[in-house]
């Protein structure tokens, strides 16, 4: 996967952090670039859902997910101004492993005119073993052409 020019990928990362809400579960853009993302959340008890077990909320991890396929929306050749999710579906496999970072790697594979699809997959350490797998929608909002100053035909 081909990563974003370091300006490309240097904004994307100050746009990260500007988030309060990525920067509050301390995501990372890890690659971006041609409809792909990969972003990383580091273990943080503050997310933890199940005390007696050490195990991350799913929401924590859902919104790592969205994040990240958004991310990959917005880095697609297409050229997208902004994104919104539509739907997400996130299929749980297994508890993440306590004190171990999550990666999520998202995949804008189809583009229509106005809706893109992605495909997402959130790893611990043990990239072998899902976490949770995904599949969305998102809008797609290109940007509108410049007024020629020309009568419409």
């Known amino acids: 996967m081909p990563d974003a020019n370091p300006d490309t990928l240097a904004v994307a990362r100050q746009f990260m952090a500007a988030l309060p809400h990525a920067r509050e579960l301390g995501l990372t853009i890890i690659r971006l670039g041609n409809g792909h993302a990969t972003i990383t959340m580091p273990y943080d008890p503050r997310l933890v859902g199940d005390p007696a077990t050490g195990v991350l909320h799913g929401g924590a991890i859902s919104a790592l997910m969205d994040t990240a396929s958004g991310a990959a929306v917005l880095s697609h050749p297409a050229a997208p101004v902004s994104t919104a999710t539509l739907d997400l579906r996130i299929d749980y496999f297994r508890p993440a492993t306590p004190g171990q ?21 959130a790893t611990d350490q043990d ?14 909002d290109r940007p509108r052409p410049a007024a020629t100053g020309k009568a419409p035909a």
């Open 101 to 121: 970072a999550i990666t999520a790697r998202a995949d804008c594979h189809h583009v229509t005119r106005s809706v893109a699809f992605i495909r997402v997959i």
């Open 127 to 140: 990239e072998t073993r899902p976490v949770a797998m995904g599949t969305g929608a998102f809008t797609l």
